[in-house]
Each structure stands twice: as structure tokens, then as C-alpha cells.
């Protein structure tokens, strides 16, 4: 028998005998797209204190101060997202909302993969990068992923210093006011997206895939938690550890990229 494949198989069946499937989703998965965790060794926060860039008011006084660290690592950020796609994982999260099999995503990422994937019913607790609110009016503004990043990359290269100023120069303005915007996302400090509808969603699920988190970033890392203490199967897939051992009801080591496709594979066999 194939490695693994009795977890696939077992998966497959929690997902098919489920009424209630909703998926919990980490940097796992974007990393499979070519996108940097932040937390694994040599990622953002290796590189720079997160505590120091990563409030708002902490990652102006960087801009401001450490612009030589800032510059490069910034236009790393930029290609990681402009190259990025979505994987075989975010596909296979679709095509099970398309099977009627997936009740909604949620996510830590805020790259808009799992939405450019074809995932209609996504919450993003951590915001999205390319959803802009206005510091003025407050107003929302949806951009294109990659035609804004093309565009913004282009800018960002000519700048000879990285300042406060030169990246409001370059930055979104809001259609509605015309004021400097900025990305609606979440950091230190400030208050969770969607919490109250997803912990509703976690307690009232009957499986929940768990795919590429290490279970460290509260209150989210409760989520598998509250869904077994519901009565929900957990099917936890990261190649890498499985930080949810006391809950799970299947680990697989795998990527989502090749775990999920097999799975519905599975999912999809004659009875």
C-alpha cells in the first residue's frame, strides 16, 4: 500500500460522511505558492523585530530609521507576491466548495489566493493585502493583485531612499477622497477579522481540514479545539509537524498540494 494512503483514505471519508466542512488554513499553504512564512527560519520576522515593524506605528518609525534593512527585504515581499499563483491546495479547497462538500475557508494568508483559486466563502482574519482602506474616509477598495504589485514594483524600484513620504507617493489613493490608504491588514495589536462569525462557524462544524498552521497565532490556533470539543473531526495536514496531535482525528504529512488532490481523488472513486 502507497505511504500514507490509508490517512488519505480515511480523509476522504470523514469529508464525504460530513455535513459541515470548513477548513482552517496557515502560511503552509501560501508558502507552497513561493510566498515566505514570516516565522520560519529566515523570513521577515529573522530579520527584523516583529514587535518593532510590525504595528503601525512601529513599522513607520522602521521606514523611517532602518530603511536599509527595509528596502530589500520590501522588495523581496513584492516578488514573492507578483510570482505567486494559486497552488494544487487553494484549487482543491474550491473544487470541494464546488462539490458542495467545503461551508467556507478561513484563513491567516492575506495574499487573495484561496479567492483567486474560485473560493467564494472565504474569511481572512488576518485581512488581505490587496484590499485597501482609506485613512481618511475609511472606505474599502478592492485591487488586482498582480496588475497593482506590476505597477507598484515598478515605482518601488525607482525610488533611490525608502521613506515614509516616498511610499505615500507611490501607494493607492482612495477613489472616494483622494487620501493615502492602506492595506487592511492586520497587525500587532490590533483586533482580529471575523472572529465572532468563525468561532460560530469552528463550534457548529463536523470536520474541519487544518492545513499549514503551526498553531501558534491565538486566539485562530483555538479553532481545531473548539471543533472537536463540538464533536468535529480533524484532519490535519503539514508536512512538517502536527501541532494539533491531541485533537486530530487523521495527520498527514504531506503538502496540501499533493495531499487534497488525492483526497478528492478519494472523494470521487465509485462506491
Given at each position: 500500500?502507497?505511504?500514507?494512503?490509508?490517512?488519505?483514505k480515511k480523509a476522504a471519508e470523514i469529508l464525504t460522511d460530513a455535513n459541515r466542512v470548513i477548513s482552517f488554513c496557515g502560511a503552509g499553504i501560501s508558502a507552497e505558492s513561493g510566498i515566505s512564512t514570516f516565522r520560519d527560519p529566515g523570513g521577515l520576522w529573522d530579520q527584523i523585530d516583529p514587535w518593532e515593524a510590525g504595528t503601525p506605528e512601529g513599522l513607520m518609525s522602521a521606514?523611517?530609521?532602518?530603511?536599509?534593512?527595509?528596502?530589500?527585504?520590501?522588495?523581496?515581499?513584492?516578488?514573492s507576491f507578483l510570482s505567486a499563483d494559486?497552488?494544487?491546495g487553494h484549487l482543491a479547497l474550491a473544487h470541494l466548495e464546488q462539490m458542495g462538500k467545503m461551508d467556507v475557508v478561513i484563513t491567516q494568508n492575506v495574499d487573495d489566493l484561496h479567492t483567486e483559486a474560485g473560493s467564494t466563502k472565504v474569511i481572512e482574519v488576518h485581512g488581505n493585502l490587496f484590499r485597501m482602506k482609506c485613512l481618511s474616509c475609511a472606505a474599502i477598495q478592492k485591487l488586482h493583485r498582480k496588475s497593482f504589485l506590476e505597477g507598484f514594483k515598478a515605482n518601488f524600484k525607482s525610488l533611490k531612499t525608502l521613506s515614509l513620504h516616498n511610499l505615500i507617493t507611490i501607494g493607492p489613493k482612495c477613489e472616494r477622497c483622494g487620501q493615502v490608504m492602506r492595506p487592511d491588514v492586520v497587525m500587532f495589536g490590533e483586533?482580529?477579522?471575523?472572529?465572532?462569525?468563525?468561532?460560530?462557524?469552528?463550534?457548529?462544524?463536523?470536520?474541519?481540514?487544518?492545513?499549514?498552521?503551526?498553531?501558534?497565532?491565538?486566539?485562530?490556533?483555538?479553532?481545531?479545539v473548539q471543533a472537536k470539543d463540538n464533536g468535529a473531526?480533524?484532519?490535519?495536514?503539514?508536512?512538517?509537524?502536527?501541532?494539533?496531535?491531541?485533537?486530530?482525528?487523521?495527520?498527514?504529512?504531506?503538502?496540501?498540494?499533493?495531499?487534497?488532490?488525492?483526497?478528492?481523488?478519494?472523494?470521487?472513486?465509485?462506491?
Amino acid at each position: 500500500m502507497h505511504e500514507w494512503s490509508h490517512e488519505i483514505k480515511k480523509a476522504a471519508e470523514i469529508l464525504t460522511d460530513a455535513n459541515r466542512v470548513i477548513s482552517f488554513c496557515g502560511a503552509g499553504i501560501s508558502a507552497e505558492s513561493g510566498i515566505s512564512t514570516f516565522r520560519d527560519p529566515g523570513g521577515l520576522w529573522d530579520q527584523i523585530d516583529p514587535w518593532e515593524a510590525g504595528t503601525p506605528e512601529g513599522l513607520m518609525s522602521a521606514i523611517e530609521s532602518k530603511s536599509d534593512i527595509l528596502m530589500p527585504i520590501l522588495r523581496d515581499i513584492i516578488d514573492s507576491f507578483l510570482s505567486a499563483d494559486p497552488n494544487p491546495g487553494h484549487l482543491a479547497l474550491a473544487h470541494l466548495e464546488q462539490m458542495g462538500k467545503m461551508d467556507v475557508v478561513i484563513t491567516q494568508n492575506v495574499d487573495d489566493l484561496h479567492t483567486e483559486a474560485g473560493s467564494t466563502k472565504v474569511i481572512e482574519v488576518h485581512g488581505n493585502l490587496f484590499r485597501m482602506k482609506c485613512l481618511s474616509c475609511a472606505a474599502i477598495q478592492k485591487l488586482h493583485r498582480k496588475s497593482f504589485l506590476e505597477g507598484f514594483k515598478a515605482n518601488f524600484k525607482s525610488l533611490k531612499t525608502l521613506s515614509l513620504h516616498n511610499l505615500i507617493t507611490i501607494g493607492p489613493k482612495c477613489e472616494r477622497c483622494g487620501q493615502v490608504m492602506r492595506p487592511d491588514v492586520v497587525m500587532f495589536g490590533e483586533i482580529v477579522q471575523g472572529l465572532s462569525e468563525s468561532f460560530q462557524l469552528v463550534r457548529n462544524c463536523d470536520a474541519m481540514l487544518v492545513l499549514g498552521t503551526s498553531g501558534v497565532v491565538y486566539p485562530v490556533a483555538d479553532f481545531p479545539v473548539q471543533a472537536k470539543d463540538n464533536g468535529a473531526r480533524i484532519i490535519v495536514v503539514n508536512p512538517t509537524e502536527n501541532a494539533f496531535a491531541q485533537v486530530s482525528s487523521v495527520y498527514i504529512p504531506l503538502q496540501t498540494g499533493i495531499a487534497l488532490p488525492k483526497i478528492l481523488e478519494q472523494m470521487q472513486q465509485p462506491v
